[in-house]
């Protein structure tokens, strides 16, 4: 007998509730480290990459780092004074939007502004941001740094890969098993959103463009009950 094709019926209570205890979860952990740590950061971060922020996690693993959903961090802060969790912490909360996420930890805030204000992590671009640079890929053989490096220093680009840069924009040809341009391509201009086309020929010749940074906006310190914007502090 042949199985009914008729539409399962899927009980949304079962995710929300899902939903719900992560965001209980995360909600009661940003109160305990909010007990337990002297100074709480916010920050943004920019080309967001899972890889680094681990390693940022494994670096401060004396510290703890949440990123997660913003209205929940902030609740669990305080968005009023009346719910805030520390006296005057609900003046750190109005940071807490977009794409943000909180760092507690017990070192000093001049360690941590220093660090971060210098640490920084290259890799490939991805579809919907701006190209940082213009690349173009010189006419004649190609190579696999796309002209990047000279030509005794570099290898010719696999004739394998031809069919796949001329499905992702590049009009090249096979002569003699050599992958060949007629005349020079630019892959992208500087300031142009790339798309997935882009990505692919720019990571295909090693030509990274983004930069993960992690950005500080202001942190409150328990002894003084205070919120410090890191950008007024600097000017």
Request: aromatic share 10%.
């Amino acid at each position: 007998m042949p199985k009914s094709k008729r539409a399962k019926v899927v009980h949304l209570s079962k995710t929300d509730k899902k939903g719900k205890e992560l965001s209980l979860k995360l909600f009661a952990n940003v109160q305990e480290a909010a007990d337990n740590f002297k100074y709480i950061f916010v920050f943004s971060v920019e080309n967001m990459r899972n890889t680094y922020l681990k390693q940022v996690r494994t670096e401060f693993s004396d510290s703890r780092i949440f990123f997660g959903k913003t209205k929940v961090m902030a609740k669990a802060l305080g968005i009023t004074p009346a719910e805030e969790h520390l006296p005057n912490l609900s003046a750190l909360t109005k940071y807490v939007d977009g794409n943000v996420g909180l760092f507690f930890t017990n070192r000093e805030p001049k360690e941590i502004l220093e660090h971060f204000s210098s640490f920084s992590e290259t890799d490939y671009a991805r579809a919907g941001v701006a190209a940082t640079q213009t690349f173009t890929v010189p006419a004649g053989v190609v190579h696999s740094r796309g002209g990047e490096l000279p030509e005794e220093d570099d290898v010719p680009l696999p004739h394998s890969q031809e069919v796949t840069v001329r499905k992702w924009g590049m009009p090249t040809k096979l002569v003699k098993g050599k992958v060949m341009l007629e005349e020079p391509y630019t892959v992208c201009k500087e300031g142009q959103v790339l798309n997935s086309h882009q990505t692919a020929l720019l990571k295909l010749f090693g030509v990274a463009m983004a930069d993960f940074k992690i950005d500080m906006k202001a942190y409150y310190s328990a002894a003084t009950e205070s919120v410090t914007e890191v950008d007024a502090m600097e000017e």
